[in-house]
């Protein structure tokens, strides 16, 4: 029997593969648990950026707001002048109308005045 294969010839073959099958399932045990300290990390990351956009979006969101009420503000008190422009503009041409229709009577008074002295 001296080709044949003795058990006890094969035993640290077995050892080694054995010992090197419980390395690899260390080695594999570990990179699951820094996967898993690696997907925690990255989630609460992920949490945190979500957090801190929310809270840029809600601001952002508030000073567009706080814009949008100035613009509206500001429209309606030109709307107020361009009223009150307008009215005092309405107002001026009256006054310039009664203006010269109290010139034309005048001058018609002077020209009566004046008719009624050289006739006279």
Known sequence: MTGAIQW???S???AAIAGLAGALWFLWSKIDGIRAIA???????????LTRVEAVRADLTGRV???????VTVRLEMAREYASMAAVTAVEERLTDTL?????KFDDLV???VGK???S
């Open 8 to 10: 006890g010839d094969l």
């Open 12 to 14: 640290p073959v077995i």
């Open 39 to 49: 997907d925690r990390k990255v989630e609460a990351s992920r949490e945190q950026t």
């Open 65 to 71: 707001e706080g814009l949008r009420d100035e613009i």
């Open 100 to 104: 010269e229709k109290l010139g034309d």
């Open 111 to 113: 020209r009566e005045v």
């Open 117 to 119: 002295r050289s006739h």
